[in-house]
């Protein structure tokens, strides 16, 4: 099987030949990675390549620095530069201790002002560039699925521009402001993926955080009251133009209590399944005829931190959760960070992979 093939495969709940696989890195390790393969600078997808990869990525639309650096790795933020995106958000450059370079937000452009008379929305036209979109699908739909990514796709951006706190108080106490933010953040996303199904991407990637380990950052009822019919809307404006699209939804955190809802508004994939705070294999159970699940691998303790065997464990523990009967892209559930073992640790998880995900799966 190509990598076309495997993918639809699994996402039509049949086995393919192997588990398919993806992962991201923060742009210090991809870095790492490229120098210890002999790697040409100038492409950071190599390493999708090298490691069998079996989705290409191409994030679309007025995304956050710290998603456009993971295809522009050599294009670290330095620390303690500003620098703001199409929204008008304003980020911070820094190094962590771990030598991971970071920016971080600063400037909420609504953050003292509860109407829209200051500000300008940017515009698809104006501030969207699919050319790389279209190279892409123009160089590699033929042998891998085109995955087209716009993540903070209502959520996010709304607090990234209005502050946390302020957001979260508005969808209490300044309702109608609260939906007309969403909207318009909704419709600027919605033109964005609506051109990228009819370009020709095979899955639209959408995303906002709503969980953290402990629980949803807003309850499930405020989640769906403002967010379940947004996504609704954008499901199922996508799925007119092409009924055969695959919609994959990213979240990280405690979600399991709208996992139904989801699957109610016509979502196919679900990413990021963090294991510390979900029940992978519960949720399998559940959901695994009608959803398929992408992610899963623990990135904050055993890839960075784990000994040769707590990595080996891992991808086998994930693959015995998630894996049977297809329906299961492998790949770590957020973004693989700086660590003294991570390099060592990223070629034991795909010599991992390579024994251990062919089906028929064994344990």
Not at 18 to 40: E, H, M, Q, T
Request: glycine residues 6%; contains cysteine.
């Amino acid at each position: 099987m190509d990598s076309r093939e495997r993918v639809f495969t699994a996402l039509s709940h049949k086995q393919p030949d192997r588990i398919p696989r993806f992962n991201w890195f923060a742009p210090d390790v991809s870095n790492k990675l490229r120098d210890a393969l002999g790697l040409k600078k100038d492409n950071p997808r190599l390493l999708d390549f090298e490691f069998g990869h079996d989705w290409i990525v191409e994030f679309v639309g007025i995304t956050s620095p710290w998603v456009t650096q993971i295809y522009t790795p050599d294009n670290l933020p330095q620390d303690g530069i500003f620098l703001k995106d199409a929204w008008s958000i304003g980020y911070k450059g820094y190094i962590d201790k771990s030598g991971g370079s970071y920016p971080s937000i600063n400037f909420h452009p609504l953050a003292k002002s509860a109407d829209f008379s200051n500000y300008t929305f940017p515009t698809v036209q104006k501030d969207v560039d699919f050319a790389p979109l279209k190279k892409i699908i123009h160089e590699y739909k033929k042998n891998y699925p085109i995955v087209s990514a716009t993540p903070s796709t209502v959520f996010e951006t709304s607090w990234y521009l209005r502050g946390f706190e302020n957001f979260l108080s508005d969808l209490v106490i300044n309702q109608d402001f609260a939906e007309e933010l969403m909207d318009r953040v909704m419709q600027v996303n919605l033109e964005i993926t609506q051109k990228a199904v009819e370009l020709g991407a095979d899955i639209i990637w959408l995303g906002d955080d709503i969980g953290m380990e402990t629980g949803m950052i807003i309850s499930p009822q405020i989640w769906r009251k403002y967010l379940k019919p947004r996504y609704a809307k954008i499901i199922n404006t996508l799925k007119k133009i092409n009924k055969d699209i695959f919609i994959a939804y990213h979240t990280d955190g405690v979600i399991e209590s709208v996992i139904s809802d989801f699957v109610e508004i016509g979502l196919d994939v679900l990413n990021s399944l963090q294991a510390n705070c979900n029940d992978l294999e519960a949720i399998k159970q559940t959901f695994g005829s009608i959803l398929s699940f992408w992610g899963g691998v623990d990135v904050q303790h055993a890839v960075p931190f784990g000994k040769p065997e707590e990595v080996v464990g891992e991808v086998k523990t994930r693959i015995k959760q998630l894996g049977q009967d297809g329906g299961f892209i492998i790949c770590a559930s957020n973004g693989i960070e700086p660590s003294e073992r991570i390099i060592e640790n990223i070629f034991i998880y795909y010599w991992a992979l390579e024994k251990y995900g062919k089906y028929p799966l064994k344990n």
